[in-house]
């Protein structure tokens, strides 16, 4: 008696049963086997990796609120602009009181009223904001470059009065108004720009 099946030409059962006993559903060896698409072929960098052949998808720049921005940077300003000032009209008021001793000789460290300190410095506030933004813009580590810049500007202001000035007593007053002048903006506009992103 014969195991093969008369309406298969290889003798196998339509119903998958092995007619020697080896188990059920053995394989056709002249069966082939079915390959997925590359579109859906699994990745082996994980399955949010691009595939080859795709475009990286890279990180969007970080959006700045204007509003914010331009709130922030006025403040800046305003609080460097006071800064200056008090810290000029301090030391106004200090050189007046040694005046009033004979000490020292007369003399008067600030040549210039304690407003026009107030101005320019609410105009490098708002110079060191442009700066920030424009680095934002073009630049890889923008606030690496934004305090490398600013110190070493601000290092400059505070070292080249003491150096050049006639007097050391001129040179002291003016390097103590450029440091309070450039340590908020050296500070605040970093931190009024990161909480500016959206």
């Known amino acids: 008696m014969s195991n093969q099946y008369p309406n298969d030409p290889y003798g196998r059962d339509p119903y998958g049963r092995d007619p020697y ?10 069966a082939r086997y ?25 990180p969007a720049a970080p959006s700045i609120n204007p509003t914010l921005f331009i709130g922030g940077v006025i403040m800046t300003g305003i609080v460097t602009g006071l800064a200056a000032w008090l810290g000029a009209w301090i030391l106004r008021t200090i050189a007046e009181k040694i005046n009033e001793t004979g000490k020292l000789g007369v003399w008067n460290p600030l040549a210039r009223d304690e407003y026009w300190f107030a101005v320019a410095a609410f105009l490098c506030a708002l110079a060191a904001a442009a700066l920030w933004y424009v680095l934002q813009i073009v630049t890889p580590s923008p606030d690496q470059f934004y305090s490398w810049t600013v110190g070493l500007l601000l290092a400059a202001a505070v070292i080249i009065p003491l150096l050049l000035s ?7 007053a003016t390097a103590i108004i450029h440091l309070v002048i450039g340590l908020p903006i050296l500070t605040l506009i970093p931190t009024v720009g990161r909480k500016s992103y959206q």
């Not at 698409?37 to 080859?52: D, K």
């Open 21 to 30: 006993g080896q188990g059920p559903h053995r394989q056709d060896p002249t």
């Open 166 to 172: 006639q007097g050391w007593e001129v040179g002291i």
């Open 34 to 58: 079915e390959s997925y698409p590359p579109s859906q072929a699994y990745s082996a960098a994980g399955p949010h990796q691009p595939q080859p052949g795709q475009p990286s998808r890279k």
